[in-house]
């Protein structure tokens, strides 16, 4: 997507840019316009008012044209605000690269003077600059200017310090070229954007600071106008004739506002991490555009996903992230999901709730039943009503989901809170006892630690105490042991299980080990490229796997005991799934692909045990007319 498509999805941003273009081109055509001239006086006119005859906008204390002044005023402030914004930027970025790069001594000479100036204040720092140098505007531009450097300065230090010990800037050292070479060809275009923001949202403010000093009689001098000398002008007849100050004040509102607001815009268009064209803020829920019928509920699982596609529109691709999605789980039970990276676990985990992040995500198709109602489409105040309290999630990281300025405590309480009308002791009482559960030691004490003063598995256990303040009916973990170690992994899988017995808790395991499945799960689901490839009891499935996707995923994970047996890694990788291939999406890669397998969709079929191949491993349970279906 182009950056003008990208500034066109901010709406203020938008504003900004057709404000600023219009006041832009009407300083442009002030030359050739039959205007009075801004500098004659006519004191027998003077202060008339606004739509006066050959007066648009009045006159001012000398009779002078006002709309003139404006305009050939707008076109001189703007001038210097965007010339003080180039020699910054220019002059800031130089610094900035130039003490970034060399570090060291170098660095601290030059940010140590940097600190130096901003010690000052700016505008007592600019106001200093012109008196040492004289009244007038191009002494004015260059205090401006001169106040500035330390802002791009150290912006840009900061930048170039990181991309300095990249290793690109060593190759590039290695292959014989000179600093003044790396700095331009690898260092300066990877700080051009950051260069262009801070630009963007600072030419507001060096026009307003031009315009202060021009206020103060430092900048344009009689009688040459700009914006600031206008206003300053017009201060002695503010009351009596407040016209003369409005104008000129209206105009530097509109500028900087706009400016603002094209800024902002002009920073995200920028952001490499928004080039999805996602410029504004998330839904509270996943957005929904169902085609076709919505399946209705079957059988007596807690939870049932039927058909479920996920769909992420980035740019004029369409990235299908679940091609329907079907699963179920009761009571009591625990479903592990297990999959390569990109299957589409996680997708389905945040599906349920409509929290997968909307633009870019879309619910295309399907269903998602708790308790026989569909979630898909609920109002977000009934998803918010059911999120934490009936459908609970634990995620990956929890130092990344546990927020690191208020303590575990409060934010255990605040979970519970949300959802139920109990005052501050009642919430820290049954804090204590969730931390008790989840057989955190010294729980009173670690109520008011933070999650930095915490390890991985204390905060792991934190952020299951919290999926379990509501007493909710369903949890979805997703790898919620992944960066512990074994002991500690062991400790949270023995809990997870303690916890699902005694309370009769669903739990959705997403995983990658096979070893966690074992343990921990009654039924294990395959994932492939956003689809089931096989779902059973997690003993058959392990002992005689049916896909050939599942097959070789086991004969991926080592054996302890087993010598010296081979791992046999799995050929190829993932399809895109943007571009999945017709038929079997694990057909480039499996060993016993025929032609039937590329041709047409391949249902998942079977009883307890499901497949989606044509020629599996072993045998499952097969309905006849599912059968039928699958080899067509």
């Known amino acids: 997507m182009s950056f003008l498509a990208l500034l066109a999805r901010n709406r203020l941003a938008l504003a900004g840019l057709v404000v600023m273009a219009l006041v832009v081109a009407l300083a442009l055509v002030t030359p050739l316009l039959p205007l009075a001239d801004p500098d004659v006086t006519d004191t027998g006119n003077r202060f008339l008012p606004p739509f006066s005859e050959g007066a648009l906008l009045g006159t001012d204390h000398l009779g002078r044209d006002l709309l003139s002044r404006l305009l050939w005023g707008t076109r001189l402030s703007l001038a210097v605000g965007f010339a003080a914004a180039v020699i910054a930027a220019v002059l800031g970025a130089a610094v900035g690269i130039v003490a970034g790069y060399y570090g060291g001594r170098v660095d601290n000479l030059i940010m140590r003077g940097v600190d130096m100036l901003m010690a000052f204040p700016y505008i007592l720092l600019a106001l200093a600059i012109v008196a040492a140098l004289g009244p007038g505007l191009l002494n004015a531009l260059i205090a401006v200017a001169a106040v500035n450097i330390p802002f791009f300065a150290r912006n ?4 170039t310090v990181g991309i300095a010990h990249k290793e690109f800037v060593d190759a590039a050292k290695l292959a014989g070229m000179g600093d003044g070479r790396i700095i331009l060809s690898e260092v300066l275009p990877n700080v051009i954007p950051v260069i262009v923001i801070a630009m963007s949202t600072t030419v507001g403010w060096m026009i307003l600071e031009t315009a202060g000093l021009s206020f103060l009689g430092l900048g344009s001098q009689p009688p040459q106008a700009d914006l600031g000398s206008m206003l300053g002008e017009a ?166 989901t546990l927020h690191p300025l208020y303590t575990v405590g409060d934010q255990l309480a605040e979970a519970i809170r949300v959802h139920r009308g109990v005052s501050r002791g009642e919430a820290r ?77 669903a739990i959705v395991f997403i995983t990658h080990d096979f070893g966690v499945v074992a343990q921990l799960c009654d039924r294990v689901a395959v994932m492939y490229a956003g689809r089931i490839v096989e779902e ?4 058959a499935v392990l002992e005689t796997p049916a896909h050939p996707y599942t097959r070789r995923l086991i004969a991926c994970v080592p054996e302890l005991g087993e010598g010296k047996r081979v791992l ?43 497949v989606r191949c044509l020629f599996p491993e072993t045998a499952p349970e097969t309905d006849p007319e599912t059968a039928a279906e699958a080899a067509q």
Do not use: W
């Open 235 to 400: 201060r002695s007849a503010l009351i009596t004739n407040p016209h003369t100050s409005v104008v000129p004040g209206m105009m530097i509102l509109v500028i900087v506002m706009a400016i603002n607001l094209l800024g902002d815009g002009v920073r995200d268009a920028l952001d490499p991490r928004l080039r999805s064209g996602a410029l504004s803020r998330p839904m509270a829920a996943t957005m929904v555009r169902r085609e076709g019928p919505v399946p209705q509920p079957e059988g007596e699982a807690l939870l049932a996903l039927r058909e479920l596609r996920t769909e992420f529109h980035v740019k004029q691709r369409v990235y299908r992230a679940l091609g329907g999605v079907s699963l179920g789980v009761r009571p009591g039970e625990c479903l592990g999901i297990i999959g390569e990276s990109g299957s589409g676990k996680s997708v389905t985990a945040l599906s349920v709730m409509g929290l997968v992040a909307s633009p870019p995500g879309v619910i295309a198709g399907g269903a998602v039943h708790y308790r026989g109602e569909d979630l898909v489409g609920a109002t977000y105040e009934r998803l918010r009503s059911l999120r934490g309290r009936e459908i609970a999630y634990i995620f990956q990281d929890p130092l990344a």
């Open 568 to 610: 046999h890694a799995i050929p190829g990788l993932p399809p895109a799934v943007d571009a999945l291939p017709p038929g079997c999406a694990f057909a480039p890669r499996c060993d016993k692909a025929a032609e039937a397998c590329r041709e047409g969709d391949v249902a998942l079929h079977g009883g307890a045990r499901k």
């Open 156 to 159: 840009i230090r900061g930048i």
């Open 429 to 505: 009482s049954r804090t204590l006892a969730l931390l008790r559960d989840v057989r955190i030691p010294n729980a009173e004490s670690r109520l008011d630690s933070y999650p930095h003063e915490m390890s991985g598995g204390m905060r792991q256990r934190v952020g299951i105490a919290m999926a379990l303040a509501n007493d909710p009916q369903v949890i979805i973990a997703d790898e919620p042991t992944t960066a512990l170690d074994v002991t500690v992994q062991a400790q949270i899988l023995s809990l997870l299980d303690t916890l699902r017995r005694e309370k009769g808790l």
């Open 536 to 539: 059973g009891p997690t003993q």
